[in-house]
């Protein structure tokens, strides 16, 4: 892989090592093996979800088609970065939760109320892509990042 320096002396470039290594597009679906491969990036502890690890990836192969990027601990350790974030639910081996993570730097540019604002929003925005994607999730306050209890929704939970 090629890398670049832009005119502010940032790296171009590191970005798109899952591209051309780390995942490899001609073999398996593409987008599994792209989940795959951030699954413990988008927890910013580092943590993948070992005991839902299968949930988490299809919770980032639905994100990540809707257009939404995972968070990515790789990058962030370089310079602020948002996206999606997906954690173990503590006590709840089979539970994962998916959060925005804003650009830290955006929280002292705004003020606190816009902020918490725009945090409830993407939350509810993760809500409603996870259901439209017919995941289990469960049942919380629109602000709060859903929390996913299994690929698909049990026809007696409907």
């Given at each position: 892989?090629?890398?670049?320096?832009?005119?502010?002396?940032?790296?171009v470039g590191a970005v798109s090592t899952w591209r051309e290594g780390a995942v490899d597009t001609e073999h398996g679906d593409w987008w599994h093996r792209r989940a795959e491969y951030f699954v413990a990036l988008a927890n910013p502890d580092g943590q993948p979800p070992h005991g839902a690890r299968?949930?988490?990836?299809?919770?980032?192969?639905?994100?990540?088609?809707?257009?939404?990027?995972?968070?990515?601990?790789?990058?962030?350790?370089?310079?602020?970065?948002?996206?999606?974030?997906?954690?173990?639910?503590?006590?709840?081996?089979?539970?994962?939760?998916?959060?925005?993570?804003?650009?830290?730097?955006?929280?002292?540019?705004?003020?606190?109320?816009?902020?918490?604002?725009?945090?409830?929003?993407?939350?509810?925005?993760?809500?409603?892509?996870?259901?439209?994607?017919?995941?289990?999730?469960?049942?919380?306050?629109?602000?709060?990042?859903?929390?996913?209890?299994?690929?698909?929704?049990?026809?007696?939970?409907?």
């Amino acid at each position: 892989m090629e890398t670049t320096k832009t005119s502010q002396g940032k790296l171009v470039g590191a970005v798109s090592t899952w591209r051309e290594g780390a995942v490899d597009t001609e073999h398996g679906d593409w987008w599994h093996r792209r989940a795959e491969y951030f699954v413990a990036l988008a927890n910013p502890d580092g943590q993948p979800p070992h005991g839902a690890r299968g949930l988490a990836v299809e919770v980032l192969v639905a994100l990540m088609r809707a257009g939404l990027l995972p968070f990515n601990l790789e990058a962030a350790a370089d310079e602020n970065t948002s996206g999606v974030t997906l954690e173990q639910v503590p006590g709840r081996n089979t539970a994962v939760r998916a959060a925005w993570q804003q650009d830290p730097a955006a929280e002292g540019r705004m003020p606190a109320e816009r902020w918490q604002e725009q945090q409830a929003a993407m939350h509810q925005a993760l809500r409603t892509i996870l259901r439209v994607q017919e995941f289990w999730i469960e049942d919380g306050p629109l602000g709060e990042a859903p929390i996913v209890l299994g690929a698909t929704r049990p026809s007696s939970a409907c």
